[in-house]
Nanobody
Framework: QVQLVESGGGLVQAGGSLRLSCAASGRTSGTFTMGWFRQAPGKIREFVAAVSWSTARTYYVDSVEGRFTISRDNAKNTVHLQMNSLKPEDTAIYYC??????????????????WGQGTQVTVSS
């Protein structure tokens, strides 16, 4: 079993920055793919970014490309999401996800085995 715990959410003005962290514990694997998803009120959950635990390869949804950066710290079993130039439309609950997910399915929520409890990000205009 793997446990994922997010932190770092909060309230920020448009144009500001936040850094989310996801600490993983339990039976993690070097082959894991780690992802961030978000869900805004009244909307379906959407993919944000993913990173390969073994290769550090990254992938982003178009709407955050160039503004968000996902990274992993193998020594601390932690994944980070640095969010810059935040916009009101980035407001959502952000969830960390992980699992022995094929890289080809990195943007598919159903392909992940483990999920965190979520952290709220609110961007005011």
């Amino acid at each position: 079993q793997v446990q994922l715990v997010e932190s770092g959410g909060g309230l920020v003005q448009a144009g500001g920055s936040l850094r989310l962290s996801c600490a993983a514990s339990g039976r993690t694997s070097g082959t894991f793919t780690m992802g961030w998803f978000r869900q805004a009120p009244g909307k379906i959950r959407e993919f944000v970014a993913a990173v390969s635990w073994s290769t550090a390869r990254t992938y982003y949804v178009d709407s955050v490309e160039g503004r968000f950066t996902i990274s992993r710290d193998n020594a601390k079993n932690t994944v980070h999401l640095q969010m810059n130039s935040l916009k009101p439309e980035d407001t959502a609950i952000y969830y960390c996800a992980g699992g022995a997910t094929s890289w080809s399915l990195r943007a598919v929520g159903g392909a992940y085995d483990y999920w965190g409890q979520g952290t709220q990000v609110t961007v005011s205009s």
